[in-house]
């Protein structure tokens, strides 16, 4: 198929999409409704190129690294910002019988379209929340650490990997630093890190910071 057509099909699913989920993703009113709407066009067209990506390495060893550090048997895990499956099969294949995904475009029934702003759950839901290069799409941390915070249990664990040290863009939108920085968002709610690292750039890729946090 011609690149110019996908670009048109991937055009007007963004956009039946928008329409179909449009009470749902504006119902945080972060910003005014216009600033806001093309906020969630950008982040959902970066979703739709990417939501057939295959789990990277790096991404593997974050997920065998926390199975290290916390039992996940008999556990709820949150997966923000998850675009397609493949984190949830792998947290399937580390023992986690119960993983919901959120993304801000899905087709698939386990992925519940979301704004990561205003996350649609109870406080105190899940065991772990796990949010693997979304929290630099936020144009608002605060409100997403919050409520990352809200809805993990007190004792529960909150995963967090982001890229470091790069340009940001309209789509990426926020540089942590490193692992540090982040620990600094989390100071309020913060109990111990299990495990942090700065992971430097590799084949040509983004430096990320990642941290491994329970919470109070």
């Not at 693997?132 to 799409?137: A, F, G, K, M, R």
Request: with cysteine.
């Amino acid at each position: 198929m011609k690149r110019w057509l996908i670009k048109k099909l991937k055009s007007v699913k963004l956009w039946r999409h928008i329409r179909r989920h449009k009470a749902k993703l504006y119902s945080s009113s972060l910003v005014s409704s216009e600033a806001y709407g093309e906020y969630l066009k950008m982040q959902l067209q970066r979703s739709l190129r990417k939501n057939d990506l295959r789990l990277k390495p790096r991404t593997i060893q974050l997920i065998d690294k926390l199975a290290e550090v916390v039992s996940l048997q008999q556990t709820k895990v949150l997966c923000m910002g998850c675009r397609n499956r493949a984190e949830l099969d792998y947290f399937h294949h580390k023992g986690v019988a119960d993983v919901v995904g959120i993304d801000l475009f899905s087709e698939d029934p386990d992925i519940l379209v979301m704004d990561m702003h205003y996350l649609q759950f109870p406080d105190n839901t899940f065991d772990v929340v796990y949010s693997s290069h979304s929290l630099e799409h936020a144009c608002d941390p605060r409100q997403v650490i919050n409520e990352m915070a809200r809805v993990c249990r007190s004792g529960g664990v909150v995963v967090v990997e982001v890229p470091i040290n790069y340009e940001v863009t309209s789509t990426d939108l926020v540089d942590f630093g490193g692992y540090q920085n982040i620990h600094k968002e989390f100071v309020f709610c913060l109990k111990e890190t299990l495990w942090s690292e700065n992971l430097p750039s590799q084949n040509n890729s983004t430096e990320v910071a990642r941290t491994i946090m329970r919470l109070v």
